[in-house]
């Protein structure tokens, strides 16, 4: 008896299983069209254009990607627009880059990021972009030329470049994130048509969730060197030839003599950098950055040989960095934008009640910035 | 009704099972919301509080053990008709009773609702009751030893995720825990209370002590499990105060799922919906042990079957899934048990224990003196 209780239960239990998984909604995989890229643009007051890069996965469409725009005023309303335009369902699990126009980042993002926010089927590693004029111009490019969809392209585009540490990266995440705390802002990179294809023209600095302005990407260095702990990319410096005049090897090119700057590249293995606040009645901050660094490339040929020689150099190239840098905390002073977390960083050390955005804001306008670089020249490449 | 309840000597489990069954019932549905629960109380110290909530219900826990011990081996019921009489403490016995059905039935409501959210948006809330109810049915009809050995199944297979939670950190921002201890004593015990929901479960030792073999062992290995259950609140919560943004964590429902997010494996893009998936292995001891406490009461207060009972109490659970439509009634109940809970668990066994110590001393001290006298 009990034993045919029991052997009822497991009858029940599996008969329940079997019945019920057919009541959970079916994806399959050739109905869906999966949306790998998105634009927005500011159509008109009140109004957003909404533009999908559909991935199909039908075995017989000879165009597996498409593009659909449509208007409306809420970006779920968009999806209902574009799902009338498609013989597939539209599903945003395989979302990989969202675009913005920089008419829509102007006013304001926070309500559509928090639409991505919301959807538990988009990733929280999806890269947010702003472009350069309207999104529209960038999702539209001829995408025959491309070997992957678009939403793809973009993706790698912004993988590639912030693996190989030219750009902060702007996923999701991170982006809610700095937008939310109380002493950070967020960064998005610029996209902008070059040609055929798109290029990164440089990081958008958001206060609060509006641009506010640029940063080209030739600055993108020491932004990283403040913003990201670990390693910062290459970076090429401008000298004055004529200071280094000691340590160039003379090897008779005197007509190199017409050229008035000297560029040295280096190559950054590790860098760290640390923000401390010293007086806090004074609010002033001291920004001590150390790195490790490859010398990979100079316009003259400088004798390395010395050690002194290679102090001098290191010597030369604190400086530029320091003023470099200095000039940078000024510049975001001067835009009210905080993508570093100096403000994170205040209070972190102040045991008073917690700032809110708009105090520290009001703080930041009299922060005083001290800057120390050390950097340390580790190798010379494979020739002295 | 007997006070002391003696089991078949083959149904006993070891000691160090209750390792399992109390770090198992312990971790639920409560700590993947765990996190924003106790920041909104005490800020960017929530840890501190999840530490110090460890530390209460380790205390709580002495007293717990130190009433049963009292006992040969006594449950709850036999120690409420013992204490209160058999009117009192038969009530007192079916008003925990509810507060277990109650839980039981908030411990499936609430996974079923992250189910609905994360992946299943269209899923009939009943459907997956069902299922659920049946396996812990099923389970509970499979006697004690067999809950024992589902906790233990589900705490060694799920202590992977442990190691998961450590991605989230490349993302960290530890300027956020500072300054540390910058919060009132008043904040951090509020935050302390909030964690109520995700620590309790220990309370269940009161019915599972008579089938422990070693007894004198119990306490050292429930303190152990408690030490764990409060060392893993206290780093996921930590992790999430790094890396989420003060105002961020505040808005996010299930902290844990959403830190899950950012985790990506090579050929599977969310980890999420693995994490959610498993957590049904998480909380499936929770609701076999509540059930099984809850029914068990049913042959020992009001002399019937304990399988009627889970029946019962199944029916009945599965019945109350219907009155529960949205995500706000959902709240109102999880808080209704969260805070009866809070009193269930934390202040009662401490009063009942003081009630039973004194009792003791005073009979023992009756007995000495009417021996001298």
């Known amino acids: 008896m009990q034993r045919r209780h029991k052997w009822k239960l497991i009858m029940v239990n599996i008969a329940c299983v079997l019945t019920l998984c057919s009541c959970v909604e079916t994806k399959q995989l050739e109905k869906l069209g999966l949306i790998t890229a998105q634009g927005y643009d500011l159509e008109k007051e009140n109004e957003i254009k909404g533009t999908v890069v559909v991935h199909k996965f039908d075995p017989l469409a000879e165009n597996l990607t498409k593009v659909i725009t449509v208007k409306s005023h809420t970006s779920k309303a968009l999806r209902q627009e574009q799902n009338l335009e498609i013989d597939q369902k539209l599903v945003t699990g395989q979302l990989r880059c969202v675009i913005y126009s920089k008419e829509l980042a102007k006013r304001g993002l926070s309500q559509l990021v928090d639409a991505l926010n919301r959807d538990p089927t988009i990733g929280n590693m999806v890269y947010l972009t702003v472009a350069d004029d309207d999104a529209l111009s960038i999702v539209n490019i001829d995408q025959s030329k491309l070997k992957v969809n678009l939403g793809t392209y973009l993706y790698n585009l912004i993988k590639q470049n912030v693996e190989s540490e030219q750009l902060t990266s702007p996923t999701l995440h991170e982006f809610n994130h700095n937008l939310q705390d109380h002493g950070k802002d967020p960064v998005l990179p610029i996209l902008k048509l070059k040609g055929e294809g798109v290029t990164i023209s440089g990081i958008a600095l958001f206060k609060g969730d509006r641009i506010v302005g640029e940063l080209p990407s030739n600055k993108l260095f020491y932004a990283k060197v403040l913003y990201d702990k670990y390693k910062s990319g290459t970076h090429e410096l401008g000298f004055n030839r004529s200071h280094f005049k000691q340590i160039i090897k003379n090897q008779g090119r005197e007509n190199k003599e017409v050229y008035d700057r000297l560029f040295i590249s280096i190559d950054n293995i590790r860098s760290h950098a640390k923000i401390k606040l010293i007086d806090k009645e004074k609010l002033l901050f001291r920004v001590e950055v150390t790195l490790d660094s490859r010398l990979l490339e100079a316009t003259e040929p400088l004798d390395l040989t010395s050690t002194k020689n290679i102090k001098f150099i290191e010597k030369k190239i604190n400086k530029e960095m320091e003023s470099q840098i200095k000039q940078l905390l000024e510049f975001f002073k001067k835009k009210q934008v905080d993508p570093i977390g100096i403000g994170n960083e205040y209070m972190a050390n102040s045991r008073e009640k917690p700032l809110s955005k708009k105090e520290w804001r009001e703080l930041y306008k009299d922060a005083k910035f001290e800057v120390r670089v050390d950097n340390t020249i580790v190798k010379t490449g494979v020739i002295d | ?373």
């Open chain 2, 1 to 373: 009704m007997n006070v002391n309840l003696h089991p078949k000597e083959g149904i006993l489990f070891s000691a160090y099972l209750l390792f399992f069954v109390i770090h198992g019932v312990q971790t639920g549905v409560g700590i993947v919301g765990l996190p924003r629960i106790v920041f909104l109380e005490a800020k960017h110290d929530a840890w501190i509080s999840v530490l110090v909530a460890g530390v209460l219900t380790s205390i709580v826990l002495w007293f717990i053990i130190t009433m049963l011990k009292q006992y040969d081996s006594a449950d709850l019921y036999g120690i409420h008709v013992d204490v209160f009489g058999k009117w009192v403490g038969n009530s007192l016995s079916i008003i925990y009773m509810l507060y277990m059905v109650g839980s039981f039935f908030i411990i499936f409501m609430n996974y079923i609702e992250i189910v609905q959210v994360w992946i299943f948006p269209n899923l009939a809330t009943w459907q997956l009751a069902l299922v659920l109810i049946f396996l812990t049915v099923y389970a509970v009809f499979g006697g004690i030893r067999i809950i024992v050995g589902v906790a233990f199944l589900s705490v060694v297979g799920t202590m992977w995720i442990l190691v998961v939670a450590f991605v989230p950190l490349r993302y960290a921002d530890f300027s956020h825990l500072f300054p540390i201890m910058n919060i009132g004593f008043g904040e951090l015990l509020k935050g302390a209370k909030s964690t109520t929901l995700s620590m309790m479960g220990f309370e269940l030792i009161m019915f599972v002590y008579p089938y422990v073999r070693e007894k004198k062992k119990s306490m050292k290995y429930v303190q152990i499990a408690n030490m764990y259950t409060t060392f893993l609140s206290a780093f996921v919560t930590l992790i999430s105060i790094v890396f989420f943004a003060g105002d961020s964590l505040k808005a996010t429902i299930w902290p844990v799922l959403s830190m899950f997010k950012i985790v990506r494996l090579p050929n599977l893009e969310r980890f999420e919906f693995i994490a959610v998936s498993f957590w049904m292995l998480i909380i499936l001891p929770n609701m076999c042990l509540y059930l099984w406490a809850a029914s068990k009461g049913f042959s020992r207060v009001l002399k019937r079957k304990q399988k009627t009972g889970v029946w019962v109490f199944a029916i009945l659970a599965f019945g109350a899934t219907f009155f529960i439509q949205a995500r706000y009634q959902m709240n109102m109940v999880t808080d209704l048990v969260a805070k009866s809970g809070f009193y269930a668990v934390i202040c009662y066994p401490v009063f009942l224990s003081i009630i039973v110590l004194v009792k003791k001393w005073w009979t023992k001290r009756r007995n000495s003196h009417a021996k001298a006298s």
